[in-house]
Nanobody, 114 residues
Framework: VQLQASGGGLVQAGGSLRLSCAAS????????TGWYRQAPGKQREMVAI???????QYGGSAKGRFTISRDSAKNTVYLQMNSLKPEDTAVYYC?????????WGQGTQVTVSS
């Protein structure tokens, strides 16, 4: 499985961004995909995850502002981020899990200016 994350950028506080994570390879083996983020000097934290049954779970910082969704036909998972805050600044990574492995994308930088 290969993951390609995109959609990051620089946005003002209160703005929105949509991240995309496109999977290729053995995508049928994926049962869960998620978004994580890591700010400088901090541990990587879960932002949102979605299963292949469309069950979702959000980290505390994302609740009410971010929405994870997927397009199974495109093998792509999205993270719609609204009401962005400067503390959302981080590198955002997508991951995909199969029964045997876990795969990570390359990360996309999100910077929110105040």
């Amino acid at each position: 499985v290969q993951l390609q994350a995109s959609g990051g950028g620089l946005v003002q506080a209160g703005g929105s961004l949509r991240l995309s994570c496109a999977a290729s390879g053995s995508t049928r083996s994926i049962y869960m995909t998620g978004w994580y983020r890591q700010a400088p000097g901090k541990q990587r934290e879960m932002v949102a995850i979605i299963s292949n049954l469309d069950n979702t779970q959000y980290g505390g910082s994302a609740k009410g502002r971010f929405t994870i969704s997927r397009d199974s036909a495109k093998n792509t998972v999205y993270l719609q981020m609204n009401s962005l805050k400067p503390e959302d600044t981080a590198v955002y990574y997508c991951d995909a899990r199969t029964t045997n492995s876990r795969y990570w994308g390359q990360g996309t930088q999100v910077t929110v200016s105040s």
